[in-house]
């Protein structure tokens, strides 16, 4: 069972190939997907190619077969077969692989300076041994700031939603309803420090009426 995000960009693959018999670029795979970073898109090719719906074509750019179609698309259809529909929000769907569960990806979170609140682009497959009881989902991490927990730029954190955190717990947190950052949690009488895990940055106190705790960080995805 292929993910929306997965048929949609097999189908615009499968699309530009007739057209041209060019793959299409991961800039125009992220633009055509609307998704933030190209990140995204490896872990679509990936996933696609580990299913067995494409291939990569070694010594050659942008060199892509597609093997087959999802069981109710026909490779000799249309070349105006893509029509994916992004105003829909995904959930989370049960993927092929027996070991794994698909949890939303809300793209972007800053580990060095908040953000903005982020929205929902896609569905990730995580192992189901990092998912415990209640909710998750998972974000990218944008900066270095907590490189000294072992979190890096460009990783994925897999986080458990929740709305209090004991002191010392990873945290993503939202202040002041407009900008969400990854930190590690400390209660401080009426106040809450969000402690950065790097030298480099300091550590930031509000009152507790302007700190919302969104999730507690439960597991890290990470590709060589």
Known sequence: MLTKKQRDLLLFIHEKLQENGIAPSFDEMKDALNLKSKSGIHRLIGALEERQFIRRLPNRARALEILRLPDNEEKNQPDNLFKPDF?????????????????????????GTPIEALEQFENIPVPISMIGGGSHYALEIDGDSMVE??????????????????NGAIVVALIDEQEATLKTLYKKGPDIALEPSNRDYDTQTYPANRVRIQGRLVGLLRQY
């Not at 959930?91 to 972007?108: F, K, M, N, W």
């Open 87 to 111: 105003g829909r929000t995904e959930t989370a769907e049960v993927p092929s692989d027996p070991q794994t569960v698909d949890i939303p990806l809300h793209g972007r979170i800053a580990a």
């Open 149 to 166: 927990a072992g979190i890096l730029d460009g990783d994925t954190i897999v986080v458990q939603r929740c709305d209090v955190a004991e």
